[in-house]
């Protein structure tokens, strides 16, 4: 779903730049961002990582700090579907940024670094 969020938000940002001239899309990919928005609740219950995953023990550890995060996504997510479905490429922009903040306030304190 992370990979699947880089993709949406990088092609919303191309499409509401005009280097990709499909606006028709703008909304499919708002409403794909808010789907995962909604699926995100349940994406790691307890125990749910594998060796490969850079989710940091403090998802459980700091639950509601972590589902308050999650929680803010989604919030985005949905003000971003909004947003997009009035039209105003300069308004969607911003919600797509707000999204995007609120990835990076969840990684910062729940996410190991990348392997080296």
Known sequence: MMAAN???IAAM???LSGEISHPQDIKMHADALAN????FTGLFPEGSTGPTSRAMEEIWTMEEDFAARVSAFRVAT???KAT??????AAT????TAVNGT????????RRPAAQ
């Open 84 to 89: 997009a479905e009035e039209g105003d490429n």
């Open 36 to 39: 995962i928005g909604w699926m």
């Open 93 to 96: 922009l911003a919600a797509v």
């Open 103 to 110: 990835c990076r306030a969840c990684h910062t304190p729940f």
């Open 13 to 15: 940002r191309a499409l």
């Open 78 to 80: 949905e003000v971003l």
């Open 6 to 8: 880089r993709q949406y």
